[in-house]
């Protein structure tokens, strides 16, 4: 499908998941134990054989732009690519992206060289898994300039996010950004005729998630407007015929520590609502040639562990173990993400870290961790307790980790010294 360009908007700073976007880009963190958040909306697009696709960031892309070099390599015969566009300096424009809609017209002399009858927009930072075929098929059936996923979702959840008002042949009528848990939306209720479970009141939340005719899109970016939500659609519905696209599965926006805590660890419930087993819509990321993980006299309950890791005489329960990291015998996992590590230390590094008095990568003995996001190349030292007393710290930036939403986050490459008691 040549004549789709898929663009995925990479966020600004992510400041909502800091400090895990301190040293990456929002669509770089690592999800999941071996993937990143970018690979979701990639996946989706390569399942539907989608393989023209711009990622749009502007913010530490360095990680990111490795990542994606390792991993989507297209063959010459399908003329496919995953490429960023960070945000560039040129004669017609200057400054960084000055939001979602801003990114694409900046970039508009990429995509004009491509040709695309139609531009999808994606998101860098949901988890979901949609057929973009039927999408790309109902709009075109539609006769529609723009098309919008949106999915069902309660008066509390819709507080938060654009809401649709769409009439019973799926045209969108009026649209809402973010609305608060005040104010007065019961004339968006869906329709009887488009509701999916009719013993609850549902509004159409929009996805983010956009299809556009290539004419459209240059009309409606053809002005100053610089954001999706808040100005190009809601000004479009008042101009072109815009549809909804009514999506039932699992989606969420995992752009907060508290949403990404949560989505990741929902992976390990005995059925996660987002499958990553589903061999017939894989979801695609680097391949490491790791070595299996190997399990030394260790109790793993309702637990995930990704390629090369070294667990040793631990209990481990409803955590998420990435890749190569290294559990030393006696350390317990409750509610854990642990990233995982980019190296294996050499026995040279460990013993020179032992003379420096630093901790080895991983989790040392006996360190007891609950409720909290390890990040890539953490050393947690021996004997440590984070998470397990209750110390009733507010949330906030303590130096070596952070507390957000309640749960501990040590940085990436972060030292916490043996006997630390968070």
């Given at each position: 499908?040549?004549?789709?360009?898929?663009?995925?908007?990479?966020?600004?700073?992510?400041?909502?998941?800091?400090?895990?976007?301190?040293?990456?880009?929002?669509?770089?963190?690592?999800?999941g134990g071996k993937f990143r958040l970018v690979d979701i909306p990639i996946s989706n697009c390569i399942n539907a054989h989608l393989r023209q696709i711009y990622i749009l960031t502007q913010f530490n892309s360095a990680s990111l732009h490795l990542h994606l070099s390792q991993t989507y390599v297209f063959d010459s015969f399908s003329k496919g690519f995953?490429?960023?566009?960070?945000?560039?300096?040129?004669?017609?424009?200057?400054?960084?992206?000055?939001?979602?809609?801003?990114?694409?017209?900046?970039?508009?002399?990429?995509?004009?060289?491509?040709?695309?009858?139609?531009?999808?927009?994606?998101?860098?930072?949901?988890?979901?898994?949609?057929?973009?075929?039927?999408?790309?098929?109902?709009?075109?059936?539609?006769?529609?300039?723009?098309?919008?996923?949106?999915?069902?979702?309660?008066?509390?959840?819709?507080?938060?996010?654009?809401?649709?008002?769409?009439?019973?042949?799926?045209?969108?009528?009026?649209?809402?950004?973010?609305?608060?848990?005040?104010?007065?939306?019961?004339?968006?209720?869906?329709?009887?005729?488009?509701?999916?479970?009719?013993?609850?009141?549902?509004?159409?939340?929009?996805?983010?998630?956009?299809?556009?005719?290539?004419?459209?899109?240059?009309?409606?970016?053809?002005?100053?407007?610089?954001?999706?939500?808040?100005?190009?659609?809601?000004?479009?519905?008042?101009?072109?015929?815009?549809?909804?696209?009514?999506?039932?599965?699992?989606?969420?926006?995992?752009?907060?520590?508290?949403?990404?805590?949560?989505?990741?660890?929902?992976?390990?419930?005995?059925?996660?609502?987002?499958?990553?087993?589903?061999?017939?819509?894989?979801?695609?990321?680097?391949?490491?040639?790791?070595?299996?993980?190997?399990?030394?006299?260790?109790?793993?309950?309702?637990?995930?562990?990704?390629?090369?890791?070294?667990?040793?005489?631990?209990?481990?329960?409803?955590?998420?173990?990435?890749?190569?990291?290294?559990?030393?015998?006696?350390?317990?996992?409750?509610?854990?993400?642990?990233?995982?590590?980019?190296?294996?230390?050499?026995?040279?590094?460990?013993?020179?870290?032992?003379?420096?008095?630093?901790?080895?990568?991983?989790?040392?003995?006996?360190?007891?961790?609950?409720?909290?996001?390890?990040?890539?190349?953490?050393?947690?030292?021996?004997?440590?307790?984070?998470?397990?007393?209750?110390?009733?710290?507010?949330?906030?930036?303590?130096?070596?980790?952070?507390?957000?939403?309640?749960?501990?986050?040590?940085?990436?490459?972060?030292?916490?010294?043996?006997?630390?008691?968070?």
């Amino acid at each position: 499908m040549a004549e789709v360009l898929s663009i995925v908007l990479g966020g600004g700073k992510g400041t909502r998941l800091f400090p895990l976007t301190q040293e990456r880009a929002k669509p770089a963190v690592p999800f999941g134990g071996k993937f990143r958040l970018v690979d979701i909306p990639i996946s989706n697009c390569i399942n539907a054989h989608l393989r023209q696709i711009y990622i749009l960031t502007q913010f530490n892309s360095a990680s990111l732009h490795l990542h994606l070099s390792q991993t989507y390599v297209f063959d010459s015969f399908s003329k496919g690519f995953a490429e960023i566009l960070a945000a560039e300096q040129t004669f017609d424009h200057s400054g960084w992206y000055e939001g979602t809609a801003d990114a694409v017209r900046k970039n508009f002399v990429h995509f004009r060289t491509q040709s695309p009858d139609y531009y999808l927009i994606l998101s860098g930072d949901q988890l979901y898994r949609m057929d973009l075929r039927d999408f790309l098929a109902k709009h075109r059936e539609s006769g529609a300039a723009i098309t919008i996923a949106c999915t069902p979702v309660t008066r509390e959840a819709a507080s938060q996010l654009g809401i649709l008002k769409a009439n019973k042949t799926n045209s969108i009528t009026e649209f809402l950004e973010k609305p608060g848990p005040t104010k007065d939306i019961s004339d968006f209720k869906v329709p009887p005729e488009l509701r999916q479970d009719k013993s609850k009141e549902q509004y159409l939340g929009s996805m983010g998630i956009y299809i556009f005719n290539a004419k459209a899109m240059e009309d409606c970016l053809n002005n100053e407007m610089t954001d999706f939500g808040k100005e190009i659609i809601p000004a479009a519905i008042k101009q072109l015929k815009v549809n909804a696209y009514i999506f039932d599965g699992y989606w969420e926006d995992i752009g907060t520590i508290k949403n990404f805590y949560e989505a990741n660890l929902e992976l390990t419930s005995v059925r996660p609502r987002f499958d990553i087993y589903d061999e017939r819509r894989p979801i695609y990321t680097h391949m490491r040639n790791l070595p299996p993980s190997k399990m030394n006299f260790s109790n793993m309950n309702q637990s995930i562990a990704s390629e090369g890791c070294i667990i040793t005489n631990a209990s481990i329960a409803n955590s998420i173990v990435g890749i190569r990291t290294i559990i030393e015998s006696g350390a317990s996992l409750n509610g854990v993400i642990c990233m995982g590590a980019d190296y294996y230390e050499s026995e040279a590094k460990k013993q020179q870290n032992a003379e420096a008095k630093v901790p080895n990568v991983g989790i040392g003995r006996g360190t007891l961790i609950k409720k909290a996001i390890i990040d890539k190349n953490a050393c947690i030292g021996e004997g440590c307790r984070i998470g397990v007393d209750d110390l009733n710290r507010a949330d906030g930036n303590y130096g070596q980790y952070y507390i957000i939403d309640g749960i501990i986050v040590i940085p990436k490459n972060g030292i916490i010294q043996s006997g630390t008691i968070i």
